[in-house]
């Protein structure tokens, strides 16, 4: 028997994810998992991939609450988990909605970043585009390489909606289309630059753009800052090897980082240029927006909090073609 495990959420994307991870963990069982709509069908019927993952039920929120495992995993809506957190009974609670991301009682789990408080009680997983944001960023802050103004543009798969029924993440919305959203008012902007000062103790102004474009999985992350230092492509890349060395899961490389080389996986690419024209660090970062952008990153964190290998149940190799 090994470590208990229940997911809140687990009928959405990155439930699914978290399910089918955990599936071929040699260290835990899923005890419990829960949701509201689909309370009562089984984990197989919700997702088809997860067909033999048994006759586990999907039960109400608050059984899941109840049922006393090691670590709960929670995928629900943001807002959802706060109103039941006090209630429950884990040893590990790993929440990878916005609910606790900024409260101070709640560890900020960029695991790459964060293993020095790990193990914790509670654990707030990052956000996907902070998340790829910040592993391009912060070695350059950490260096003082790059000035306080950044530009960050990003592009993610339509996964990283939820698993909505709205017209314009359907195939037929989506195909062969692209747009900007939340240009001004994104919530991930106060956590990105939260997690900058954490991580690297500087505050910066940051304007950030994401986009949807038509993948099913996937983030690409190109940031900007004005060069500090006098630096060029060759010391820029050096920067992200020193800082990268010992990652098992965060590779810096020669040419561009692409989604498609990450599906699947835990894994995320960074790279970086300087253009010598105007005086600006450009640096990209891709992820699989459900495996370091939520599910892999969360079971990273579990794995430290139970004491085991870092990369158990997880994978640096993504999928291809």
């Known amino acids: 028997m090994g470590h208990s495990i229940?997911?809140?959420?687990?009928?959405?994307?990155?439930?699914?994810?978290?399910?089918?991870?955990?599936?071929?963990?040699?260290?835990?069982?899923?005890?419990a998992a829960s949701a509201e709509r689909h309370a009562g069908r089984t984990v197989g019927e919700l997702h088809p991939h997860l067909r033999d993952s048994g006759d586990l039920s999907l039960v109400p929120a608050a059984e899941v609450v109840a049922v006393g495992a090691d670590v709960v995993f929670s995928c629900l809506p943001t807002g959802a988990l706060s109103q039941m957190t006090?209630?429950?009974?884990?040893?590990?609670?790993?929440?990878?909605?916005?609910?606790?991301?900024?409260?101070?009682?709640w560890v900020y789990g960029l695991t790459e970043f964060a293993r020095g408080s790990l193990p914790a009680p509670r654990i707030a997983n990052p956000g996907c585009y902070p998340t790829a944001t910040l592993l391009c960023l912060v070695p350059f802050f950490r260096a003082r390489s790059i000035g306080e103004e950044v530009i960050v543009d990003a592009m993610s798969g339509v996964s990283g909606a939820g698993r909505s029924g709205a017209d314009h993440l359907s195939?037929?919305?989506?195909?062969?289309?692209?747009?900007?959203?939340?240009?001004?008012?994104?919530?991930?902007?106060?956590?990105?630059?939260?997690?900058?000062?954490?991580?690297?103790?500087?505050?910066?102004s940051l304007s950030f753009t994401p986009h949807l474009v038509p993948l099913a999985r996937g983030l690409l992350v190109t940031a900007r800052a004005r060069l500090a230092t006098e630096l060029d492509d060759a010391t820029a890349m050096g920067i992200l090897k020193d800082a990268y060395a010992s990652e098992r899961f965060v590779s810096p490389i020669d040419g561009w980082p692409s989604v498609k080389a990450v599906a699947g996986s835990n894994s995320a690419l960074v790279s970086a240029r300087v253009d010598m024209g105007s005086?600006?660090?450009?640096?990209?970062?891709?992820?699989?927006?459900?495996?370091?952008?939520a599910a892999g990153q969360a079971i990273q964190n579990m794995n430290l909090c139970l004491g085991l290998d870092e990369g158990t149940g997880l994978t640096p190799t993504g999928l291809w073609p």
Do not use: Q
């Open 86 to 105: 006090d209630d429950i009974d884990a040893g590990t609670v790993i929440d990878l909605s916005g609910d606790h991301r900024a409260d101070p009682d």
């Open 171 to 204: 195939f037929a919305g989506l195909h062969g289309d692209a747009t900007a959203y939340g240009t001004t008012a994104h919530r991930h902007v106060t956590e990105m630059k939260k997690g900058l000062a954490a991580f690297s103790g500087t505050d910066v």
């Open 6 to 31: 229940a997911v809140l959420g687990a009928s959405g994307y990155s439930g699914g994810e978290i399910l089918r991870l955990l599936g071929s963990h040699p260290n835990v069982d899923v005890v």
């Open 279 to 293: 005086g600006w660090l450009i640096c990209s970062a891709a992820i699989d927006n459900l495996g370091k952008g």
